[in-house]
């Protein structure tokens, strides 16, 4: 009974070693655990450019590493989404640069951005043809006469001493009232030299354009000598 009882113990120690041998080791954890889950975390928060970095990062780290391609086409229809907000929002220029980032990353995918390629080439067209009829209505303009047209308001001081200096100056502020859509502000030390003022200007102005709206605005200043502020409309 002994030897036989030998033998019984000897072949459960060899199965018990073959099964433990057969049993694989455990996988060592992953050390790019950790960086993978600040990338989903900058995903996830539409940090994209953080995200672009800490990906090109992991896969410097692990080249071709096929688990990595999920996060790329990810971060890349994030740019194309970004992409599509910022053409609705109308900034052209970023909505170009979050596209090129998405092609960057889908180099081999052209349709997926093909559509918003095509919205941002109308749109970059428009605003170039809105650039140029803006030009063009600028040329067909006569030359200012007293105003600046770039600056906000121009202020003209008035010869109300000399008759014939004062025309000239009305003529001149009349013209510029209507070929640049002007606001005008009179300004004078007494009550009783806004209406004549007023009127004289008005009849200019209605003689160059009778359909012209001609806002006016009476200010007494007593220790301004008279002048008219005159104020192009801005679109």
């Not at 041998?21 to 993978?36: F, H, K, L, N």
């Not at 900058?42 to 990595?68: G, M, R, V, W, Y």
């Not at 090129?100 to 605003?127: H, W, Y």
């Not at 000399?162 to 209507?178: E, G, N, P, T, Y």
Request: with cysteine.
């Amino acid at each position: 009974m002994k030897p036989f009882a030998s033998r019984y113990l000897l072949l459960v120690a060899f199965m018990l070693l073959g099964a433990c041998q057969s049993t694989p080791p455990p996988e060592p954890p992953d050390a790019r655990a950790p960086a993978i889950a600040q990338l989903e975390q900058s995903l996830a928060s539409s940090e994209l450019a953080t995200a672009e970095d800490q990906l090109a990062a992991l896969q410097a780290q692990s080249p071709n590493d096929p688990s990595l391609e999920p996060y790329q086409r990810q971060l890349a229809e994030a740019y194309l989404q970004r992409s599509q907000i910022m053409l609705q929002k109308g900034d052209v220029n970023a909505a170009a640069t979050a596209l090129s980032r998405a092609r960057v990353l889908m180099p081999k995918a052209p349709a997926l951005t093909g559509g918003v390629n095509g919205a941002i080439t109308q749109a970059r067209k428009a605003e170039l043809e809105k650039a140029e009829a803006a030009l063009q209505a600028a040329a067909a303009k006569p030359a200012a006469k007293v105003i600046d047209p770039t600056a906000e308001s121009t202020t003209v001081a008035l010869n109300i001493t000399d008759s014939k200096q004062l025309r000239r100056q009305l003529d001149a502020i009349a013209a510029d009232v209507v070929n640049y859509q002007c606001d005008v502000s009179i300004q004078a030390p007494r009550t009783e030299d806004y209406p004549w003022l007023a009127t004289l200007l008005t009849k200019r102005v209605q003689k160059l354009d009778p359909g012209f709206d001609l806002d006016i605005e009476r200010q007494i200043l007593r220790h301004v000598p008279a002048q008219m502020v005159l104020s192009p409309r801005r679109p």
